[in-house]
Protein backbone atom coordinates (compact mmCIF):
# COMPACT_ATOMS: atom_id res chain seq x y z
CA UNK A 1 0.00 0.00 0.00
CA UNK A 2 1.26 3.64 -0.95
CA UNK A 3 1.64 5.79 1.78
CA UNK A 4 -1.32 8.27 3.14
CA UNK A 5 0.78 11.47 3.18
CA UNK A 6 -2.33 13.20 4.97
CA UNK A 7 -5.15 12.15 6.79
CA UNK A 8 -7.74 10.25 4.47
CA UNK A 9 -5.47 11.17 1.13
CA UNK A 10 -3.20 8.28 -0.19
CA UNK A 11 -0.91 8.15 -3.13
CA UNK A 12 -1.94 5.09 -4.63
CA UNK A 13 0.29 5.14 -7.92
CA UNK A 14 2.91 3.23 -9.44
CA UNK A 15 6.42 3.17 -9.74
CA UNK A 16 7.45 2.10 -13.52
CA UNK A 17 11.21 0.74 -12.37
CA UNK A 18 12.27 -0.47 -15.76
CA UNK A 19 11.14 2.56 -18.03
CA UNK A 20 14.80 3.74 -19.90
CA UNK A 21 13.20 5.76 -22.48
CA UNK A 22 10.63 8.21 -22.22
CA UNK A 23 10.04 9.54 -25.76
CA UNK A 24 13.67 9.67 -26.56
CA UNK A 25 14.64 10.93 -22.67
CA UNK A 26 16.60 8.43 -21.17
CA UNK A 27 14.92 7.75 -17.83
CA UNK A 28 18.43 6.48 -16.05
CA UNK A 29 16.19 6.24 -12.82
CA UNK A 30 12.82 5.10 -13.73
CA UNK A 31 9.98 6.97 -13.67
CA UNK A 32 6.58 6.86 -11.24
CA UNK A 33 2.97 7.88 -12.16
CA UNK A 34 1.48 9.22 -9.15
CA UNK A 35 -2.29 8.84 -8.87
CA UNK A 36 -4.23 10.52 -5.02
CA UNK A 37 -6.73 9.00 -3.27
CA UNK A 38 -9.38 11.57 -1.53
CA UNK A 39 -11.35 9.84 1.43
CA UNK A 40 -14.16 12.08 2.18
CA UNK A 41 -18.21 12.29 2.06
CA UNK A 42 -17.55 11.65 -1.81
CA UNK A 43 -14.36 9.92 -2.68
CA UNK A 44 -11.80 11.02 -5.13
CA UNK A 45 -9.01 9.81 -7.63
CA UNK A 46 -6.89 12.73 -8.63
CA UNK A 47 -5.04 11.49 -12.28
CA UNK A 48 -4.81 7.52 -12.63
CA UNK A 49 -1.67 5.94 -14.18
CA UNK A 50 -0.20 4.24 -17.28
CA UNK A 51 -2.53 1.72 -18.93
CA UNK A 52 -0.27 -1.18 -17.87
CA UNK A 53 -0.21 -0.41 -14.23
CA UNK A 54 -3.87 -0.13 -14.15
CA UNK A 55 -4.90 -3.31 -12.30
CA UNK A 56 -1.88 -2.47 -9.69
CA UNK A 57 -3.73 1.10 -9.28
CA UNK A 58 -6.59 -1.26 -8.84
CA UNK A 59 -5.21 -3.08 -5.87
CA UNK A 60 -3.62 -0.44 -4.26
CA UNK A 61 -6.94 1.51 -3.98
CA UNK A 62 -9.23 -1.84 -3.13
CA UNK A 63 -6.59 -1.72 -0.14
CA UNK A 64 -8.37 1.64 1.22
CA UNK A 65 -11.88 1.54 -0.21
CA UNK A 66 -14.16 -0.38 -3.01
CA UNK A 67 -13.35 1.22 -6.09
CA UNK A 68 -16.49 0.83 -7.49
CA UNK A 69 -17.67 3.33 -4.46
CA UNK A 70 -15.33 6.33 -6.78
CA UNK A 71 -17.14 9.46 -6.66
CA UNK A 72 -15.21 11.64 -8.74
CA UNK A 73 -12.19 11.13 -10.70
CA UNK A 74 -10.30 14.46 -11.50
CA UNK A 75 -8.38 14.62 -14.65
CA UNK A 76 -5.31 17.07 -14.62
CA UNK A 77 -3.80 15.97 -17.85
CA UNK A 78 -4.39 13.39 -20.64
CA UNK A 79 -1.58 12.14 -21.70
CA UNK A 80 -1.37 8.97 -21.70
CA UNK A 81 0.92 8.46 -18.85
CA UNK A 82 -1.91 9.43 -16.44
CA UNK A 83 -5.11 9.07 -18.40
CA UNK A 84 -3.85 4.98 -19.65
CA UNK A 85 -6.00 4.00 -16.64
CA UNK A 86 -9.12 5.79 -16.83
CA UNK A 87 -10.85 2.96 -18.88
CA UNK A 88 -10.12 0.49 -16.54
CA UNK A 89 -11.23 2.74 -13.69
CA UNK A 90 -14.25 3.91 -15.06
CA UNK A 91 -15.49 0.26 -15.92
CA UNK A 92 -14.94 -0.43 -12.13
CA UNK A 93 -16.33 2.83 -11.04
CA UNK A 94 -19.25 2.79 -12.86
CA UNK A 95 -21.12 5.80 -10.88
CA UNK A 96 -17.66 7.93 -11.11
CA UNK A 97 -18.31 11.21 -12.58
CA UNK A 98 -14.78 12.50 -14.57
CA UNK A 99 -13.85 16.56 -13.74
CA UNK A 100 -11.62 17.58 -15.91
CA UNK A 101 -11.85 20.79 -18.40
CA UNK A 102 -13.24 20.68 -21.93
CA UNK A 103 -9.82 20.47 -23.73
CA UNK A 104 -9.23 17.62 -21.62
CA UNK A 105 -12.65 16.67 -22.41
CA UNK A 106 -12.19 16.66 -26.31
CA UNK A 107 -8.99 15.02 -25.99
CA UNK A 108 -9.91 12.10 -24.09
CA UNK A 109 -12.77 11.21 -26.18
CA UNK A 110 -10.13 10.96 -28.91
CA UNK A 111 -8.46 8.52 -26.98
CA UNK A 112 -10.80 6.75 -25.57
CA UNK A 113 -14.27 4.83 -25.52
CA UNK A 114 -16.01 7.57 -23.37
CA UNK A 115 -19.38 7.28 -23.90
CA UNK A 116 -20.34 6.00 -20.68
CA UNK A 117 -19.06 8.06 -18.86
CA UNK A 118 -20.40 11.26 -16.92
CA UNK A 119 -18.75 14.53 -17.19
CA UNK A 120 -18.08 17.84 -14.91
CA UNK A 121 -16.46 19.79 -17.30
CA UNK A 122 -14.82 22.73 -14.99
CA UNK A 123 -13.33 26.05 -15.90
CA UNK A 124 -10.03 27.55 -14.30
CA UNK A 125 -10.90 29.03 -10.94
CA UNK A 126 -14.07 26.74 -10.11
CA UNK A 127 -14.66 25.20 -6.99
CA UNK A 128 -16.05 21.67 -5.73
CA UNK A 129 -16.67 20.64 -2.40
CA UNK A 130 -16.12 16.76 -1.58
CA UNK A 131 -17.46 17.22 1.81
CA UNK A 132 -15.40 18.67 4.29
CA UNK A 133 -12.76 19.28 1.68
CA UNK A 134 -12.81 21.85 -1.40
CA UNK A 135 -10.95 21.47 -4.59
CA UNK A 136 -10.02 24.65 -6.40
CA UNK A 137 -9.30 24.22 -10.59
CA UNK A 138 -6.17 26.10 -12.11
CA UNK A 139 -5.35 25.69 -16.26
CA UNK A 140 -1.94 25.52 -16.87
CA UNK A 141 -2.50 25.31 -20.77
CA UNK A 142 0.79 23.79 -22.67
CA UNK A 143 2.42 22.79 -19.39
CA UNK A 144 2.57 20.15 -21.22
CA UNK A 145 -0.40 19.60 -22.74
CA UNK A 146 -3.22 22.34 -24.11
CA UNK A 147 -5.43 20.45 -21.73
CA UNK A 148 -3.13 20.69 -18.62
CA UNK A 149 -4.46 21.81 -15.06
CA UNK A 150 -3.21 21.57 -11.38
CA UNK A 151 -5.48 20.85 -8.66
CA UNK A 152 -5.71 22.51 -5.16
CA UNK A 153 -6.91 21.38 -1.99
CA UNK A 154 -7.21 24.45 0.36
CA UNK A 155 -7.94 22.57 3.44
CA UNK A 156 -4.71 20.93 3.74
CA UNK A 157 -3.27 23.36 1.20
CA UNK A 158 -2.00 20.45 -0.99
CA UNK A 159 -1.26 21.24 -4.89
CA UNK A 160 -1.63 18.08 -7.39
CA UNK A 161 0.59 19.43 -10.10
CA UNK A 162 0.78 16.54 -12.52
CA UNK A 163 3.60 16.97 -14.93
CA UNK A 164 4.31 20.24 -13.52
CA UNK A 165 7.16 19.78 -10.58
CA UNK A 166 7.66 16.20 -11.42
CA UNK A 167 10.98 14.32 -11.77
CA UNK A 168 11.91 10.89 -13.24
CA UNK A 169 12.23 9.08 -10.35
CA UNK A 170 11.02 5.30 -9.51
CA UNK A 171 10.47 5.06 -5.76
CA UNK A 172 9.71 3.26 -2.65
CA UNK A 173 10.63 6.21 -0.58
CA UNK A 174 7.36 9.05 -1.03
CA UNK A 175 8.83 12.48 0.11
CA UNK A 176 11.45 13.98 -1.77
CA UNK A 177 12.84 15.00 1.67
CA UNK A 178 13.78 11.14 2.12
CA UNK A 179 16.22 11.23 -0.78
CA UNK A 180 19.48 13.16 -0.66
CA UNK A 181 17.74 16.59 -2.00
CA UNK A 182 20.13 17.65 -4.54
CA UNK A 183 19.84 14.31 -6.11
CA UNK A 184 16.08 15.08 -6.66
CA UNK A 185 16.72 18.36 -8.03
CA UNK A 186 19.14 17.04 -10.22
CA UNK A 187 16.42 14.94 -11.60
CA UNK A 188 14.06 17.63 -11.67
CA UNK A 189 15.98 20.08 -13.54
CA UNK A 190 16.77 17.28 -16.17
CA UNK A 191 12.95 16.44 -16.28
CA UNK A 192 12.52 20.06 -16.70
CA UNK A 193 14.89 20.51 -19.65
CA UNK A 194 13.78 17.45 -21.61
CA UNK A 195 9.96 18.17 -21.13
CA UNK A 196 9.03 21.53 -20.08
CA UNK A 197 11.38 23.82 -20.99
CA UNK A 198 10.12 24.65 -24.56
CA UNK A 199 6.57 25.23 -22.58
CA UNK A 200 8.67 27.72 -19.89
CA UNK A 201 6.56 31.28 -21.09
CA UNK A 202 3.46 28.99 -20.00
CA UNK A 203 5.07 28.02 -16.69
CA UNK A 204 6.00 31.60 -16.19
CA UNK A 205 2.49 32.20 -16.25
CA UNK A 206 1.43 29.32 -14.44
CA UNK A 207 4.28 29.84 -11.75
CA UNK A 208 2.11 33.65 -11.25
CA UNK A 209 -1.08 31.61 -10.55
CA UNK A 210 0.18 28.83 -8.20
CA UNK A 211 2.50 31.71 -6.26
CA UNK A 212 -0.92 33.40 -5.06
CA UNK A 213 -1.67 29.89 -3.38
CA UNK A 214 -0.66 29.03 -0.15
CA UNK A 215 1.13 26.20 -0.77
CA UNK A 216 1.96 22.79 2.58
CA UNK A 217 2.59 20.03 -0.30
CA UNK A 218 3.24 19.53 -3.75
CA UNK A 219 2.13 16.64 -4.85
CA UNK A 220 3.24 16.08 -8.79
CA UNK A 221 2.15 12.96 -10.87
CA UNK A 222 6.10 11.78 -11.56
CA UNK A 223 8.58 10.94 -8.24
CA UNK A 224 8.77 12.23 -5.14
CA UNK A 225 6.41 14.92 -3.03
CA UNK A 226 7.66 17.82 -1.81
CA UNK A 227 6.14 18.69 1.84
CA UNK A 228 9.64 20.41 2.73
CA UNK A 229 12.29 22.75 0.50
CA UNK A 230 9.06 24.30 -1.38
CA UNK A 231 10.44 27.61 -1.31
CA UNK A 232 13.75 26.34 -2.96
CA UNK A 233 11.41 24.22 -5.24
CA UNK A 234 9.29 27.01 -6.24
CA UNK A 235 12.62 29.25 -7.05
CA UNK A 236 14.79 26.91 -8.65
CA UNK A 237 11.13 26.38 -11.28
CA UNK A 238 11.05 30.41 -11.39
CA UNK A 239 14.89 30.31 -12.75
CA UNK A 240 14.47 27.76 -15.11
CA UNK A 241 10.97 29.06 -16.48
CA UNK A 242 12.56 32.76 -16.63
CA UNK A 243 15.87 31.28 -18.83
CA UNK A 244 18.06 32.42 -16.22
CA UNK A 245 21.91 31.33 -17.60
CA UNK A 246 24.62 30.56 -15.27
CA UNK A 247 28.46 31.69 -16.52
CA UNK A 248 28.32 28.42 -18.16
CA UNK A 249 29.37 26.68 -21.82
CA UNK A 250 28.25 23.59 -23.04
CA UNK A 251 30.40 22.20 -26.10
CA UNK A 252 28.50 19.04 -27.98
CA UNK A 253 30.24 17.58 -30.74
CA UNK A 254 31.24 14.55 -32.78
CA UNK A 255 34.71 13.76 -34.77
CA UNK A 256 35.18 11.46 -37.58
CA UNK A 257 39.20 11.90 -37.59
CA UNK A 258 39.99 13.84 -34.21
CA UNK A 259 40.04 17.27 -35.62
CA UNK A 260 36.76 18.69 -34.96
CA UNK A 261 37.79 17.11 -31.28
CA UNK A 262 40.95 19.51 -31.35
CA UNK A 263 38.22 22.38 -32.60
CA UNK A 264 36.25 21.69 -29.66
CA UNK A 265 38.85 21.72 -26.90
CA UNK A 266 40.09 25.11 -28.74
CA UNK A 267 36.55 26.15 -28.21
CA UNK A 268 36.54 25.08 -24.66
CA UNK A 269 40.37 27.14 -23.83
CA UNK A 270 38.45 30.09 -24.99
CA UNK A 271 35.97 29.74 -22.35
CA UNK A 272 37.99 28.65 -19.03
CA UNK A 273 40.61 31.62 -20.10
CA UNK A 274 37.17 33.90 -19.59
CA UNK A 275 36.11 32.45 -16.59
CA UNK A 276 33.43 30.23 -17.63
CA UNK A 277 32.54 26.43 -16.15
CA UNK A 278 32.34 24.81 -19.33
CA UNK A 279 30.82 20.78 -19.92
CA UNK A 280 32.64 19.29 -23.06
CA UNK A 281 30.18 16.05 -24.58
CA UNK A 282 31.46 13.94 -26.77
CA UNK A 283 28.51 12.78 -28.96
CA UNK A 284 29.88 8.71 -29.09
CA UNK A 285 29.90 8.72 -25.79
CA UNK A 286 26.37 11.12 -24.73
CA UNK A 287 22.99 10.65 -24.91
CA UNK A 288 21.34 13.73 -26.34
CA UNK A 289 18.54 13.87 -23.58
CA UNK A 290 21.51 13.39 -20.82
CA UNK A 291 23.14 17.01 -22.02
CA UNK A 292 20.05 19.04 -22.07
CA UNK A 293 19.63 19.95 -17.82
CA UNK A 294 23.54 21.41 -19.03
CA UNK A 295 22.06 23.34 -21.43
CA UNK A 296 19.12 24.60 -19.70
CA UNK A 297 21.38 26.94 -17.45
CA UNK A 298 23.63 27.36 -19.82
CA UNK A 299 24.88 31.30 -21.48
CA UNK A 300 26.64 29.66 -24.35
CA UNK A 301 25.88 26.48 -26.84
CA UNK A 302 28.87 25.39 -28.56
CA UNK A 303 27.96 22.45 -31.78
CA UNK A 304 30.72 20.99 -34.13
CA UNK A 305 30.56 18.61 -36.65
CA UNK A 306 32.67 17.47 -38.97
CA UNK A 307 31.28 17.50 -42.83
CA UNK A 308 30.03 14.13 -43.70
CA UNK A 309 29.30 13.70 -47.67
CA UNK A 310 26.58 16.35 -47.94
CA UNK A 311 25.62 17.55 -44.61
CA UNK A 312 26.34 16.73 -40.83
CA UNK A 313 27.43 13.95 -38.81
CA UNK A 314 24.28 11.81 -37.95
CA UNK A 315 24.79 11.64 -34.14
CA UNK A 316 25.00 16.04 -34.35
CA UNK A 317 21.91 15.74 -36.37
CA UNK A 318 20.19 14.02 -33.85
CA UNK A 319 21.09 16.26 -31.07
CA UNK A 320 20.21 19.79 -33.47
CA UNK A 321 16.50 17.90 -34.09
CA UNK A 322 16.42 17.49 -30.44
CA UNK A 323 17.76 20.65 -29.07
CA UNK A 324 15.55 22.59 -31.26
CA UNK A 325 12.29 21.32 -30.42
CA UNK A 326 13.32 22.01 -26.76
CA UNK A 327 15.09 25.24 -26.56
CA UNK A 328 13.91 28.44 -26.03
CA UNK A 329 15.23 31.89 -26.67
CA UNK A 330 18.19 33.81 -25.35
CA UNK A 331 20.67 31.76 -25.81
CA UNK A 332 24.36 32.19 -27.83
CA UNK A 333 26.26 29.67 -29.13
CA UNK A 334 29.30 29.16 -31.48
CA UNK A 335 29.71 26.40 -34.36
CA UNK A 336 32.76 25.06 -35.43
CA UNK A 337 33.79 21.49 -37.85
CA UNK A 338 36.13 20.46 -40.22
CA UNK A 339 35.69 19.24 -43.55
CA UNK A 340 37.94 18.32 -46.51
CA UNK A 341 36.56 19.96 -49.49
CA UNK A 342 33.33 21.14 -49.19
CA UNK A 343 32.68 22.39 -45.58
CA UNK A 344 28.71 21.66 -45.72
CA UNK A 345 28.28 20.82 -42.44
CA UNK A 346 28.21 25.05 -41.02
CA UNK A 347 25.22 25.32 -43.36
CA UNK A 348 22.92 22.89 -41.77
CA UNK A 349 23.96 23.64 -38.52
CA UNK A 350 23.62 27.27 -38.63
CA UNK A 351 20.28 26.32 -39.76
CA UNK A 352 19.79 23.99 -36.71
CA UNK A 353 20.69 27.32 -34.35
CA UNK A 354 18.44 29.73 -36.63
CA UNK A 355 14.96 27.48 -35.71
CA UNK A 356 16.00 27.22 -32.21
CA UNK A 357 16.94 30.71 -31.69
CA UNK A 358 20.00 31.07 -30.63
CA UNK A 359 22.11 33.77 -31.42
CA UNK A 360 25.43 32.29 -33.98
CA UNK A 361 28.44 34.76 -32.52
CA UNK A 362 30.85 33.06 -34.27
CA UNK A 363 31.52 30.15 -37.16
CA UNK A 364 34.87 28.28 -36.90
CA UNK A 365 35.41 25.74 -40.46
CA UNK A 366 38.35 24.66 -40.75
CA UNK A 367 40.14 22.37 -43.62
CA UNK A 368 41.39 19.23 -42.86
CA UNK A 369 43.66 19.04 -39.76
CA UNK A 370 44.43 22.63 -38.10
CA UNK A 371 47.95 22.65 -37.11
CA UNK A 372 48.62 24.27 -32.96
CA UNK A 373 49.48 27.10 -34.42
CA UNK A 374 45.58 27.88 -35.95
CA UNK A 375 43.74 26.01 -32.91
CA UNK A 376 45.47 28.86 -30.60
CA UNK A 377 44.62 31.71 -32.96
CA UNK A 378 40.45 30.27 -32.81
CA UNK A 379 40.73 30.02 -29.18
CA UNK A 380 41.87 33.59 -29.39
CA UNK A 381 38.91 34.54 -31.77
CA UNK A 382 36.52 33.29 -29.57
CA UNK A 383 37.88 34.23 -26.49
CA UNK A 384 37.72 38.00 -28.69
CA UNK A 385 33.78 36.77 -28.80
CA UNK A 386 32.72 36.00 -25.39
FE1 LIG B 1 3.50 12.88 -17.56
FE2 LIG B 1 2.56 15.00 -20.17
O1 LIG B 1 2.59 13.44 -19.12
Known sequence: MRKEIAKNIFEVGASDWNVRNFHGYLTHYGSSYNAYLVIDEKITLIDTVKAPFGEELLERISEIIDPSKI???????????????????????????????AKAQQELQLHYDTTAWKWDIIKSGDQRKIGSRTFDFVATPMVHWPDNMVTYLEEEKMLFSNDAFGQHIAHSEIFADELPLDFVFQQAKTYYANIVMPYSPQVVNALKTVGTLDIRMICPSHGLIFR??????????????????????????????????????????????????????????????????????????????????KGMLPTVASFMTY???????????????????????????????DESCIETVDTINEQFVPTKDRLNEITKQIEDKI
Open 71 to 101: DYVICNHVEMDHSGAMPVVMNVAKNATVITT
Open 228 to 309: KDLDKYLSLYTDWATGKTEKKAVIVYDSMWHSTEKIAKAVAKAFENKGYQFKMFCLQSNHISDIMADCLDAEYICVGSPTLN
Open 323 to 353: LQGLIVKGKKGFLFGSYGWAGLSMKFMQRFF
